[in-house]
């Protein structure tokens, strides 16, 4: 099991930034990739940006660009740098985790944080 608490939320206006961070507790060692997907009103969870052990990231098209994702591994921690924000980035982000373990992967989801820019 892996614990998942996301912080740094919050409103902004169009152009401006704000900076998620999520803390990853429990059993930290199984974990191999990291990452942050999103949910605006109305429309299905999708992938923001993922991060594996070994630094690769991938990004939507859509944040390419304008968001930055990494991680402090000695702090369990994963960040995510959003820049020049567009009322479109709108929704609840959430913190991701794959682990793998006993040959099974596992998928865990963090609460949740909101973020809301206005135009």
């Known amino acids: 099991q892996v614990h998942l608490v996301e912080s740094g939320g919050g409103q902004v206006q169009a152009g401006g930034s704000l900076r998620l961070s999520c803390a990853a507790s429990?059993?930290?060692?199984?974990?191999?990739?990291m990452g942050w997907y999103r949910q605006a009103p109305g429309k299905q969870r999708e992938k923001v940006t993922t991060?594996?052990?070994?630094?690769?990231?991938d990004y939507a098209d859509s944040v390419k660009g304008r968001f930055t994702v990494s991680r402090d591994n000695a702090k369990n921690t994963v960040y995510l740098q959003m820049n020049s924000l567009k009322a479109e980035d709108t929704g609840v982000y959430y913190c991701?985790?794959?682990?793998?373990?006993?040959?099974?992967?596992?998928?865990?989801w963090g609460q949740g944080t909101q973020v809301t820019v206005s135009s």
């Open positions: 991060i594996t052990n070994d630094g690769t990231t």
């Open positions: 991701y985790t794959r682990t793998y373990s006993n040959y099974q992967l596992h998928d865990y």
């Open positions: 429990g059993n930290i060692f199984e974990i191999n990739a």
